[in-house]
């Protein structure tokens, strides 16, 4: 039994590791697996040993650990099935709920963390109350995490998590556009946070984003002046540049912003600097090197944005001007790039100069668009819904304007599809 109690050291050793696992996980895959495989030994060799449901336990946290969520899955229920009267079964339906929030099952994960919540006493109440919060948060579900998180300052107003709630609360109300209930959140978490610099980039964020934005810009400049870390210098540089934004000074947050082209973030808010500018071959440009260096989604987005404004450029160098190609023009404005006046402006001369062509009603029924649902005119829809039903009769465009038509005069919020 030596091997067992030398086993149990390692496997008592490894509890401290696993605590820590559950708050921040840096384990590396090597111990995690030794863990693992000697966890098992004992689970085979000595069913009966008084070890086994630690070993059960330990296993499920090492595999939740390494990210291997069935795994942990598994090891979890079976140790909430086989010890149902063990004292860390609270602890493994708290685990169990972690991993099915990992891998997006959140109704399993609330099923298990309710109970432990209503309970008022044991320490997975209050973890099981922050989970909640956290895992509305991560589905998007706003209001649910912050009526949750108002709940647990109540119940814990002396928590170890209140500092992450009111950051949680913080990030919920910044999501919901509600800065400055943001503001106050972040303002509160500050007395409980270690590093602060995150959180007075945020609450400069919010200030700026709440109108305030000479106060935000100048908190980030102090700010600036005592940061040493790299990442938050780049993080003060790119709040300041949103800052100079709402300023209407874009010159500014661009020479600010190209200061930073390593950052991948930096170089997305200088292609749509650009773009919102109508300088759409820097914008290219930009967007050309996120592709090389962005995540895939963001690579894939980049690509997208760059195809469209290769393809403007395009259009816009053809200089036969054909009405294919002052129709793609109009296309490309209207959807593209949000550009009424242009997308306008082109339809127009497809409408006016090319009756014959068949984008002619199409261009018809897109300016009749803009007039109903941008420019709010609903009588110049309607004549240029009738002017459609009267130059193409008995075609498509005629029945579809005719059906607009009859929709706007009756006073019915149908939409052309």
Known sequence: MVWVCRLRERCSHFKEGATDCEVNIHSNIQKLDKVIE???????????????????????????????????????????????EHKACNEARYMLAETYIKQGDLIKARELLEPLISTNKGQFCER????????????????????????FLKRFPKSSYKGDVLLTLGAAYDSLHEYEHAATMYQRALRFAIRKNPILIKL??????MGNVEEGLNR????????TEPTEEEAIALEMARGYIELGDT?????????????????????????????????????????????????????????????????????????????????????EFDQLDKARQYYLRVWQDYPQSRYAPKAGLALAWIARHKDDNPELACEYYAAVIERYPNTYYARKASELLNAVREGRGNKEQ
């Open 38 to 84: 000697r966890c098992g030994k004992i689970i085979k060799y000595y069913p009966t040993s008084r070890w086994v449901p630690d070993a059960v336990l330990l296993m499920g946290k090492a595999f939740l650990a390494k990210g291997e969520y069935s795994q942990a899955e598994e090891k979890f229920r079976e140790f909430i099935k086989f010890f149902p």
């Open 128 to 151: 099981a109350h922050h989970l909640l919060i956290q895992s509305y948060f991560e589905e998007h579900s706003y209001y649910e995490a912050i009526d949750k998180g108002e709940q």
């Open 204 to 209: 400069a964020r919010a200030e700026i984003l």
């Open 220 to 227: 980030l400049e102090e700010l600036r002046k005592r940061v």
């Open 251 to 335: 010159n500014r947050a661009i020479d600010l912003l190209q200061k930073y082209t390593n950052s991948v973030n930096a170089l997305v808010l200088l292609a749509e600097i650009h773009e919102w500018l109508c300088n759409y071959k820097e914008a290219a440009q930009y967007y050309d090197e996120i592709t090389k260096k962005g995540d895939p989604l963001l690579r894939a987005r980049a690509g997208l944005r760059k195809e469209a404004i290769d393809e403007l450029l395009k259009y816009e160098a053809d200089t036969s001007m054909t009405d294919t190609t002052i129709f793609r023009l109009a296309e490309l404005y209207l959807f």
